[in-house]
């Protein structure tokens, strides 16, 4: 009984972390993107703008992670947010991403 308990409970914490994983992208969004991309400031192709972010579909995910962490045109490394990991500017393109596909 005891290590059935434990196995449940393992599963409930992994399925509530990779939920909350699937939810930092959003969350990284609002908290740093969201100051150009919600109205399209300096050209940033605003949220959901399937025609503004046709090109950068085009030239793919690696192309896009690589101009969110050194930085393109306006856009400064990371999005001006230099704490931002990796990660959680991976999990803002997927963000991204999922409102234009």
């Not at 005891?2 to 969004?29: N, Q, R």
């Not at 109205?39 to 690589?66: E, F, N, Q, V």
Request: net charge positive; glycine share 12%.
């Amino acid at each position: 009984m005891k290590d059935e308990l434990a196995a449940i409970l393992g599963m409930s914490v992994m399925l509530f972390v990779g939920h909350a994983a699937a939810a930092d992208g959003k969350a990284v969004y609002t908290r740093t993107c969201a100051a150009c991309h919600a109205g399209g400031i300096a050209g940033a192709p605003k949220l959901g703008d399937k025609a503004a972010w046709a090109s950068r579909l085009a030239a793919g995910k690696d192309a896009m992670i690589a101009a969110v962490l050194k930085g393109k045109g306006a856009m400064p490394p990371k999005g001006g947010n230099a704490s931002l990991s990796d990660r959680d500017a991976k999990a803002a393109i997927d963000y991204m991403l999922s409102r234009v596909r």
